[in-house]
């Protein structure tokens, strides 16, 4: 079962408004891939695309190498999960889960043999004659995977489909959707805002910004390596530091940020000394010290810390620089519990060059509003 | 009831209420209509004999209606022809009522209701006769339709049932779009998206999944349109040929030109169980409680 999907310089306008810029993409056979970012980015424009609801102002939608820019939607080799499930209320489980079956022609006892075997992959085994009233968020949630599953489509499309569970459910459909996205083998194409969701589920994660991709990647490297200021910002959490480049040796650059001591970072992308850049630094990579301990290069006044369960996160004012965010293990073991960390001391801090990343440009403006950005707000 | 008013109300407004509730149905609904079936067993007396001994219940007046083929012919054929209108303007409707509700950019529905409800402000007797100058045997649909090539002889439209048929599916259209609208514009879209992804074509989307969700606006704008049909008066005398009377033209006649109250009471009230017979089937048929028609 071939679940290719290849988008080519496709692109959505409606009237003046661009939803999407002409993109290009392809995603696997069998793969998880997730569309992130943040509402209006345009990633619901791209899975309508996708699905058939909407047909793009350019280019060409392909699944499984036939083009599919003009098939109607009840044609196309796809299924969805929508929002709100969308699960029809008249109808029993079972009416739910075979009504792709029945529009096929199907017959009566094939139809039921797939929707128990549909029920059972979901873990819901004999709720079928059930009203649809009757279940509860999460079962509803399964009926939804299982209706869109019988049609046997060759690419899943999810619309966000956990939003409305509470955090315990969510993280445990996570799991499942995975588990059975791995055991259908079917290319799923995940839609979300939740970062959580696109790194821990996905193979692959594009991250969309108005209506453009920003970067295409595994969750790792999506992490690790942000090209974009917007993937570093809207990604985790990013301390950043805007300045100019002093010297570059290989991928090691040295930057002066305005700080008392030059930052170093790693950087993929050609820079000059003198070139305007940015350098990032992840708040779980500080390594905060005690004010006498002089080997650590910064020093700054502890403001604020917030205990979060395995991680103490402190809100430090950098000596002559911005407040920057740092989360640190509140009981590292074998550490000296000595170190006195007191809103309102005196710190040392140091981080590991290799996992901060520099960007070309000098980046000062906050990039959206769901990206904590906490250089901005010093 | 009485709890809830009590409530927000107190005491004073609640009983001011109910009584005026109380008051308004007894005396403007139950007494007048009891009066009428009262009237409907008693056999028509000039004033001086009312109370005297020919003044007893008696049958006599449904007896006539039964033993009247002609007037049973014309009962029978006032609910066939209701029917008939009930079902055209479901047909015109359904449509429209989709269209508005989910199709329609929020612009264009605005438009579109509005061009239908502004003839609605001209009296219906001027809507009739709009249909009837149409209708004519020289009019213009004749002409149009001679200008086509698509007849070659003017038809007397206004001869059979077409003209009252049409003026009356035009009359009562807004009854049936209203409900349908309410009910179709209640539906989840995402469900209509559904199911077209799950494979079904257009005609299976409505079957399965619209027309069901709509079912209780279906059956408000059948029971109205009908009750409206079968009782209708002008549109038939106006747009009807003496071939094609109206049940309710032959209750007029039985107040205004015979003078028989007693009789035009029984045909009156045969008029309301058969409305009330019709509600009741339809609500079985549409497997719909006057709980959902009330929503």
Known sequence: ?378 | MWQQLRRRFGVPLAVAIISLLGIWLIAMVLLPQWQMIDYSFHPSLLPSERGGVKDVWSLTNYATFFHNDIHLAIFLKTIWSSVLVTGLTLIVSYPLAYYLAKVATPGQAALCLLLLIIPFWINEILRTFAWYIIFAFKGPLNELLLALGWIDRPIRFLNGDTGVLVGMVYAYILFMVFPLYNAIESLDTNQIRAARDLGAGWGRTHRRIVIPHAKPGIATGCIMTFMLAAGSYAVPALLGSPGSRWFTQIIYNWFFEGGDWNQGAAYAFLLLVLCIVFVTVIMRVFKVGLGDIAK
């Open chain 1, 1 to 378: 079962m071939d679940g290719r999907v290849s988008l080519s310089q496709v692109a959505m306008r409606f009237g003046d408004f661009t939803a999407i810029q002409p993109t290009s993409l392809d995603i696997e056979s069998g793969e998880f891939f997730s569309f992130l970012g943040p509402s209006g980015c345009g990633k619901t424009t791209l899975l309508n695309m996708i699905s058939g609801f909407l047909t793009p102002s350019e280019g060409s939608v392909a699944i499984g190498g036939s083009d599919m820019t003009r098939v109607p939607v009840n044609r196309r080799p796809t299924a969805m999960i929508f929002q709100n499930l969308a699960l029809f209320p008249l109808m029993s489980v079972y009416q739910n889960i075979e009504f792709g079956l029945e529009v096929r022609g199907i017959d009566r006892q094939k139809r039921r043999k797939s929707a128990d075997e549909l029920l059972e992959l979901v873990a819901l085994t004999g709720s079928g004659d059930k009203p649809v009233a009757e279940l509860s968020g999460g079962q509803k949630q399964r009926i939804a995977i299982a209706r869109a599953l019988a049609v046997e489509p060759r690419v899943l499309l999810l619309d966000e489909p956990l939003s409305a569970l509470d955090l315990k459910l969510r993280q445990h459909m996570r799991i499942e959707l995975k588990a059975i996205q791995r055991k259908t083998g079917i290319t799923f194409i995940y839609i979300t805002h939740d970062q959580g969701e696109a790194l821990t589920m996905s193979d692959r994660v594009a991250v969309m910004s108005e209506g453009r991709i920003q970067q295409v990647a595994d969750p790792m490297t999506l992490y690790r390596q942000p090209q974009t200021d917007f993937v570093a910002s809207f990604v985790g959490e990013n301390n950043r530091f805007p300045g100019r480049v002093m010297a570059v040796e290989g991928e090691l650059v040295t930057l002066d940020a305005g700080l008392p001591a030059p930052l170093y970072g790693r950087s993929t992308v050609p820079l000059e000394p003198g070139d305007p850049a940015t350098l990032y630094i992840r708040p779980e990579q500080w390594r905060v010290g005690p004010a006498a301990d002089r080997h650590l290069p910064l020093g700054g006044v502890i403001l604020s810390e917030h205990f979060e369960g395995a991680w103490l996160t402190l809100e430090i004012a950098l000596d002559r620089g911005p407040t920057i965010r740092a989360q640190v293990p509140h009981l590292t073991p074998g550490a000296d519990v000595e170190v006195p960390l007191v809103v309102g001391g005196a710190c040392r801090l140091d981080y590991s060059p290799r996992e901060a990343v520099v960007l070309a440009g000098a980046v000062h403006e906050p990039t959206n509003e769901e990206g904590v950005d906490v250089a901005a707000t010093a």
